[in-house]
């Protein structure tokens, strides 16, 4: 008998690479090509130390204010947590505790059955169609709950807020995750529902399109009884989840509609110019709403142009698995990186020929 065979033994979630090196073209984790709002920065500048003496609020009482207002819900409506990772992690551990399997599509964002099987809760993987579009049949049986990423990831597909709303009436026993980590490139926000549905969970973050990766916040928004419960677990396990510098940053950056609507447009309106020229290079993918394209070409391998791309510093992302082995997720960075990028795969698709 040895003390390792009492270890939990998990298989981790394997994130993205963040290189050292920073001369790269690094469009592998569907990061914000450009800076946090200039109010963001003038608050973590003028940010006085003394502080950090004491313990931050508990109730993040400033960011769930600020969200509350911005999403027009009440502040016991918001749950905020070290980034979508920690907020989602928690709800799994929370909501899904029935016994029955959870059900989440089986092409998604890979840290639901890490989560899964951190805490032992069985699921189902629900096969998207050939168009990697949600079945919604598929989520009318029994189950222990429901996790859903809209537009989903890394397909960058969005279901209307209709279909997800057949999802979460269809099942008022279970609770309905609905991860909208990528909503505000173009989704269709289920926030609306949550007046409507008890059991329905909508969860954000600033990562993406709110360019704060690197400050971890994201937060939950649902009934005031959901958000009771999520409390109750995140008190049991830590009561200071966010420093007061991020509380701070995230009520900057809340509070700067403008930029955020500016940032969001410029993103957009570049990934729509790369999908043109990904499909003129010969290259497919379903139709993304989100800030990032999941394409496959029709002749070369995925992992053929992934290497290329890598061997001349162009991160994307490219996974081994069943289905979407010859796909790379491309994020959609500044102009003048995607037309680097463009620049590089017409020279070496036609070097090729
Ligand atoms: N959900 C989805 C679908 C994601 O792609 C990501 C980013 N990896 C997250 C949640 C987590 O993001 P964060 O913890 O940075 O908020």
Redesign the pocket.
């Known amino acids: 008998m040895s003390w390792e065979e009492n270890v939990r033994k998990v298989v981790p979630y394997v994130?993205g690479e963040q290189p050292k090196n920073q001369d790269v073209i690094k469009l592998n984790?569907?990061e914000n090509p450009y800076q946090p709002s200039p109010k963001v920065a003038a608050v973590i500048k003028d940010f006085d130390c003394d502080v950090l003496r004491r313990y931050p609020d508990p109730d993040v009482s400033a960011l769930a204010d600020a969200l509350a207002k911005r999403h027009g819900l009440g502040r016991e409506q918001v749950f905020v947590g070290?980034?979508?990772?920690?907020?989602?992690a928690m709800s799994f551990l929370t909501f899904f505790n029935s016994g029955k399997p959870i059900l989440f599509p089986d092409i998604?964002?890979s840290?639901y059955d890490v989560w899964a099987d951190l805490y032992g809760i069985p699921y189902e993987n629900q096969p998207l169609d050939e168009n990697f579009c949600i079945k919604k049949e598929d989520y009318q049986k029994e189950n222990g709950g429901i996790v859903i990423?809209n537009p989903?990831?890394?397909t960058g597909v969005a279901s209307e807020r209709s279909v997800c709303e057949e999802i979460i009436s269809a099942n008022p026993d279970s609770v309905v995750i609905i991860?909208e980590?990528?909503v505000d490139f173009g989704g269709e926000s289920c926030v609306p529902l949550i007046e409507k549905y008890e059991n329905l969970l909508v969860?954000q973050?600033?990562?993406?399109s709110r360019s704060m990766?690197g400050m971890?916040?994201?937060y939950a928004m649902g009934s005031k009884k959901l958000i009771e419960y999520l409390n109750d677990v995140k008190f049991s396990f830590n009561s200071y989840t966010m420093g007061a510098i991020a509380i701070a940053a995230g009520v900057a950056s809340v509070e700067d509609e403008a930029y955020f609507a500016e940032t969001t447009a410029k993103i957009i309106a570049t990934r729509e110019r790369t999908k043109r020229e990904l499909a003129r290079l010969g290259f497919v993918f379903p139709d993304s709403r989100t800030n990032f394209i999941f394409a496959a070409h029709r002749t070369v391998p995925a992992q053929e142009i992934f290497d290329a791309l890598r061997a001349n510093r162009m991160y994307v992302r490219h996974w081994n698995k069943p289905r979407i082995a010859n796909h790379m997720r491309i994020s959609i960075g500044t102009d003048e990186e995607m037309d680097k990028v463009l620049a590089f795969l017409e020279a070496y698709l036609k070097g090729r020929q």
């Open positions: 994130a984790t569907n070290v980034g979508s990772d920690d907020v989602l998604t964002y840290f990423a989903n990831a890394p991860d980590a990528y969860v973050t600033f990562s993406k990766a971890r916040i994201g």
